[in-house]
């Protein structure tokens, strides 16, 4: 069979590029789509693609383009937030992951984001 996973990483990387080119072109929301249908993942193949390699700062612009993109209290938005953070991790880079953590958790700390969420039917 396929002992080292390649055929795996083959097909979700072919998977992958499928969904991009027919799902969004400015790409976030097909992250996003891609991610969620695949989402959990034993292997993370392309899973991370969007956010590796890149620093805090290029990382905090895509991130605010995903706040426009879904709104502040979409769980869209947790799951791209969440992707970015499990992204520093796996990248080991511990303080960037917290940053990122400490920006979401302050959002969400906000009153009218605890309401909201609290109210959504």
């Known amino acids: 069979m396929d002992s080292t ?3 795996y990483v083959a097909f979700d990387a072919y998977c992958r590029h499928l969904w991009m080119s027919r799902a969004d072109t400015d790409g976030i929301k097909a992250y996003y789509s891609y991610n969620q249908a695949s989402f959990p993942r034993a292997d993370t193949g392309s899973f991370y693609d969007l956010y590796t390699r890149k620093t805090l700062a290029d990382t905090c612009l895509i991130l605010e383009k995903v706040d426009k ?3 502040v ?11 970015a953070i499990r992204c ?10 917290e940053q990122v953590s400490r920006g979401l958790c302050s ?6 984001i605890i309401y909201r969420l609290n109210h959504q039917s």
């Open 5 to 7: 996973g390649d055929l």
């Open 69 to 71: 993109d879904f709104g």
């Open 73 to 83: 209290d979409n769980y869209a938005r947790f799951t791209m937030w969440h992707t």
């Open 88 to 97: 520093f991790l796996a990248e080991e880079k511990y303080s960037e992951a």
């Open 107 to 112: 959002e969400l700390l906000k009153p009218d």
